[in-house]
């Protein structure tokens, strides 16, 4: 698992209504889509932690809780997991009893009955293209309810 934070910038605090940096999971196996997930996200201030899987979705999600620190979003990319889509990944962590929110993401549309499977499961999805590559950003800060903030970055 890799971790990348980006440290608070003193100009902003106290704007946001919580404090940063933002606690995210992004569960996608191939490391080229962990790094352009977050270079759309490199300007607001959070610590990135990778899951391949569902099951290591699910651990890191229960010690998470176990460790009173619950991630603030949790990212399932719906295409490229290791031995899961990501319909399965956001089912083993709501039967694994996950209330944590969850935002599907995917480079290509999704069928309506995918789509209703995630609504099943009160995760939204969202399509990245390149005219919307700023969506992400804007849908991950409204999960957490947080507004943006911005900063540097440097690796954990």
């Known amino acids: 698992m890799n971790e990348s934070t980006h440290p608070p910038d003193p100009a902003v605090s106290g704007h946001a209504p919580k404090t940063f940096p933002l606690r995210l999971l992004y569960v996608e196996s191939h490391w ?50 290791a031995g899961d889509s990501g319909l399965r990944v956001v089912r083993a962590l709501r039967e694994a009893g996950g209330k944590d929110m969850i935002l599907a993401i995917g480079v290509e549309e999704i069928s309506e009955i995918e789509r209703q499977h995630y609504e099943k499961f009160d995760v939204p999805f969202l399509l990245l293209m390149p005219e919307n590559h700023t969506d992400l950003k804007t849908a991950v800060l409204a999960a957490a309810g947080r507004s943006a903030h911005t900063g540097g970055e440097t690796s954990a």
Do not use: G
């Open 32 to 81: 080229l889509s962990r790094r352009t997930i977050w270079y759309l996200m490199q300007d607001v201030e959070c610590v990135w932690i990778y899951a391949d899987n569902a099951a290591q979705a699910v651990t890191l999600v229960e010690k998470s809780h176990a460790q009173s620190a619950p991630f603030d979003v949790i990212v399932v990319d719906h295409h490229q997991t």
